[in-house]
C-alpha cells in the first residue's frame, strides 16, 4: 500500500508540473516596447488628425501623435479620414491624405554649417551628403520642398508606381489611384495625378519626361505614359491646405 501511495503522490506531481508548463508556454508573451532609432529624426509630426502609425524596417508599428519624431527608413501610414503633416529637419514638409503610405526611404540633412566669431577666418567645411528619397506606396499628398535638392536636384526624388518626381523649388501635389478613390464621384481613372502650385516638378518614367509648372496638372495613367500637362485640375486632386500652415 505504501509503495502505490508513493507512486500516486508521484504521478500527481508530475501531473501538476506538466499543467503548470502548458500554461506558462500559453500564457500570452509580455509585450516589447517599440524603441526608437538611434539616429536622429529625419523629421516631426506637426499635425495627425485621426490614426496615423509609422512602421519601422524592422516591422514594429507605432502610432504618431503630434510631435511624435519619424526616422529614416519608415512607413508612415494614415488611417481612412486621417490626416498628418511632417515637417523635415530641411523645412520641407509633407500633408499626407487618408489612406496613404509613404516612405521616407533616405534622409540625410546636416543642418546649416556653423559660422565663426566675429573676426575668426572661415574654416574649411566638409561637403555634406545631403539626400531626400522618397516613396509614395498608396494614396497622396501635397509637400512644400525644404533644402535639399535646391542646390542639386538629384539630391531630391520621390518614386510612385508609375513615375519618379524631382523638383524644381517646389510646392506640389501628387496622389496615386489603384482602384481606392472612391471618395471622388466621378471615380477617378487608376494612375497618378500630379500638379504644381509654384515652381516646377519633373515626373519621369520609361516614356520620358514631363515637366508641369504652377499652374498645370498631368495624368499619368502608366509607367510608359507622359503626356503634356493641362491646366484642368483633376477630380481625384481634392484640395488639401497648405502644410506650411497645418501645425
Not at 40 to 53: D, F
Not at 54 to 82: H, M, Q
Not at 102 to 123: D, L, V
Not at 158 to 171: F, N, S, Y
Amino acid at each position: 500500500m505504501q509503495t502505490i501511495a508513493r507512486e500516486l503522490s508521484f504521478v500527481l506531481a508530475a501531473s501538476a508540473l506538466l499543467a503548470a508548463s502548458a500554461a506558462a508556454a500559453s500564457a500570452p508573451a509580455p509585450a516589447v516596447p517599440v524603441v526608437a532609432p538611434s539616429a536622429p529624426a529625419a523629421g516631426t509630426a506637426t499635425l495627425v488628425t485621426g490614426h496615423v502609425s509609422a512602421a519601422t524596417p524592422s516591422g514594429e508599428i507605432r502610432d504618431l501623435n503630434k510631435g511624435s519624431p519619424i526616422y529614416e527608413g519608415e512607413v508612415v501610414i494614415t488611417s481612412g479620414s486621417s490626416f498628418v503633416n511632417i515637417e523635415f529637419t530641411d523645412g520641407g514638409r509633407v500633408l499626407l491624405r487618408p489612406e496613404s503610405r509613404f516612405q521616407i526611404e533616405r534622409y540625410q540633412y546636416a543642418g546649416a554649417a556653423a559660422q565663426p566669431a566675429a573676426g575668426q577666418p572661415q574654416a574649411a567645411q566638409p561637403v555634406r551628403q545631403e539626400s531626400a528619397f522618397f516613396r509614395l506606396l498608396k494614396g497622396g499628398f501635397r509637400a512644400v520642398s525644404g533644402l535639399i535638392g535646391h542646390t542639386r536636384r538629384e539630391d531630391y526624388a520621390v518614386q510612385t508606381p508609375v513615375a519618379t518626381i524631382g523638383i524644381r523649388g517646389t510646392d506640389y501635389e501628387v496622389r496615386f489611384c489603384q482602384g481606392d478613390c472612391g471618395d471622388v464621384t466621378p471615380t477617378p481613372k487608376d494612375g497618378l495625378y500630379a500638379g504644381v502650385q509654384s515652381g516646377s516638378i519633373a515626373l519621369t518614367n520609361q516614356g520620358g519626361t514631363t515637366t508641369p509648372t504652377a499652374g498645370q496638372y498631368v495624368y499619368i495613367s502608366g509607367s510608359n505614359n507622359v503626356p503634356t500637362p493641362g491646366t484642368v485640375r483633376p477630380n481625384a486632386l481634392t484640395e488639401l491646405p497648405d502644410p506650411k500652415t497645418c501645425n
